[in-house]
């Protein structure tokens, strides 16, 4: 496995092979503790964005945080109290189904599939306006690959600031990637993981 860091604080670039017992030495503010910090951030992230932890944000993004923009849009735009609650009942009626396919014994395919199905049915009962338009598209990203990529970046992110204290991309860059190879073990059959992270005016984003 091979793991490299291009511009994160001391460091401009490293390639470092990861097989077995590896030691990485050298002189002080050499980059070491960057290299083992950055490394398990990475990990760290990964592990946070598999199965149990990743499954249980996705529910209460879904469930809660969706399910409340979507009443919330509704409420404002909503001409009187009773067309509010003819919607919100079916809001209720929508996080339901919903809950009952997440919370299923059923393998994530098929989740996907009912799920996708249940998102569709019910947008086409709403009132559409651009809001609720993009708020049944974060309902459909939100069971995507792409999400749960999108969850692994922000929670590295999140790791990196505590570490680093909000300070690791190396003076005088506005990039810095984090890159992880499996072309060893071929574990990963040929994935590449890569982190780009870009310093803008002070603030640092992935």
């Known amino acids: 496995m091979i793991f490299t860091i291009k511009n994160i604080l001391a460091i401009k670039e490293a390639n470092i092979k990861i097989n077995g017992l590896t030691v990485i030495a050298g002189?002080?503010?050499?980059?070491?503790?960057?290299?083992?910090?950055?490394?398990?951030?990475?990990?760290?992230?990964?592990?946070?964005?598999?199965?149990?932890?990743?499954?249980?944000?996705?529910?209460?993004?879904?469930?809660?945080?969706?399910?409340?923009?979507?009443?919330?849009?509704?409420?404002?735009?909503?001409?009187?109290?009773?067309?509010?609650?003819?919607?919100?009942?079916?809001?209720?009626?929508?996080?339901?189904?919903?809950?009952?396919?997440?919370?299923?014994k059923e393998n994530e395919t098929t989740k996907q599939k009912k799920y996708f199905n249940t998102i569709k049915k019910?947008?086409?009962?709403?009132?559409?306006?651009?809001?609720?338009?993009?708020?049944?598209?974060?309902?459909?990203?939100?069971?995507t690959l792409k999400f749960q990529e999108q969850f692994r970046k922000e929670n590295l992110l999140r790791i990196l600031k505590y570490l680093f204290a909000n300070d690791y991309i190396k003076h005088n860059s506005t990039k810095g990637e984090i890159i992880l190879e499996d072309k060893i073990t071929g574990r990963i059959k040929g994935q590449v993981i890569i982190i780009t992270l870009f310093d803008i005016k002070g603030g640092v984003r992935a």
Do not use: C, H, P, W
């Open 122 to 143: 019910y947008k086409s009962q709403f009132a559409q306006n651009d809001i609720v338009d993009k708020i049944f598209e974060d309902f459909e990203f939100a069971m």
């Open 27 to 104: 002189e002080n503010d050499s980059g070491k503790s960057t290299v083992g910090k950055t490394l398990f951030a990475l990990i760290k992230s990964l592990q946070m964005s598999k199965k149990g932890f990743f499954y249980k944000n996705r529910y209460i993004y879904i469930t809660e945080k969706l399910m409340d923009s979507l009443k919330y849009t509704f409420k404002i735009i909503a001409k009187n109290k009773q067309e509010y609650d003819k919607t919100a009942k079916k809001i209720n009626q929508l996080k339901k189904e919903i809950e009952d396919i997440l919370n299923s």
